[in-house]
């Protein structure tokens, strides 16, 4: 069964993945970068769970910012 970076090459390519500091946000977001994306890791605020997502998928390589932003507000 061929893995999940040998499928897609995500490279020159970057996520954006809403909810990406725990949960399956979180998950999907790793999953991209090991893909080859560059990651905009996202939350509704800066939080030990968004910097261990970031280093996390700097762990795996990749490159990666935060985004804080509450969503359900329209200026975010």
Do not use: N, Y
């Not at 560059?38 to 910097?51: E, K, L, M, P």
Request: net charge positive; glycine share 14%.
């Amino acid at each position: 069964m061929k893995r999940l970076q040998d499928r897609f090459d995500l490279k020159g390519r970057t996520a954006l993945v809403t909810g990406s500091t725990r949960g399956i946000g979180r998950a999907i977001l790793l999953g991209l970068i090991d893909c080859g994306a560059r990651g905009i890791v996202h939350g509704s605020r800066d939080s030990d769970a968004a910097r261990a997502t970031c280093a996390d998928a700097r762990a795996r390589g990749g490159e990666v910012d935060f985004i804080p932003a509450d969503l359900s507000k329209e200026q975010a």
